[in-house]
C-alpha cells in the first residue's frame, strides 16, 4: 500500500520559516516525481513545487520561487519543502502527491497517490 505522509505544518509569522516533509513508502521512490500542492479555504488547489526523483530536477512555481525550496533524499524516501520568508498569502493546507516518472517531462501531469494535508498558517 503506497502512503505518502505530510508533516512539518504550523504557526508561523510572517516573515518565519517552516519545513515541510513528506515521507513515502510502499514505492520505489526513484521511478516517483513528488509534488507540493496548496488549497487555501475558498480557493482552487495551487501547485507550489515539484522533484523529479529519477534525475533531481525540480521546479518551483514562479510566485514561490526565492522563497521556497524543494529537495529530497533518496535513502529516507523523503521529499522536503523549504519555505522562507514566509507572507500571510502562503496560508494553506499543503498536500504532497506522487506521480510515476514519464521521460519527457520534469513533473508527470497525473498525480496517483496523495497524502492528508498539513496546515501552514501565516500570521501577519
Known amino acids: 500500500e503506497v502512503q505518502l505522509q505530510a508533516s512539518g505544518g504550523g504557526l508561523v509569522q510572517t516573515g518565519g520559516s517552516l519545513r515541510l516533509s513528506c515521507a513515502a513508502s510502499g514505492l520505489t521512490f526513484d521511478d516517483y516525481a513528488i509534488a507540493w500542492f496548496r488549497q487555501a479555504p475558498g480557493k482552487e488547489r495551487e501547485g507550489v513545487s515539484c522533484i523529479n526523483n529519477h534525475d533531481g530536477r525540480s521546479y518551483v512555481a514562479d510566485s514561490m520561487k526565492g522563497r521556497f525550496t524543494i529537495s529530497s533524499d533518496n535513502a529516507k524516501n523523503t521529499v522536503y519543502l523549504q519555505m522562507n520568508s514566509l507572507k500571510p498569502e502562503d496560508t494553506a493546507v499543503y498536500h504532497c502527491?506522487?506521480?510515476?516518472?514519464?521521460?519527457?517531462?520534469?513533473?508527470?501531469?497525473?498525480?496517483?497517490?496523495w497524502g492528508q494535508g498539513t496546515q501552514v498558517t501565516v500570521s501577519s
Open positions: 502527491a506522487a506521480g510515476a516518472v514519464i521521460p519527457t517531462a520534469l513533473c508527470p501531469g497525473k498525480w496517483h497517490y
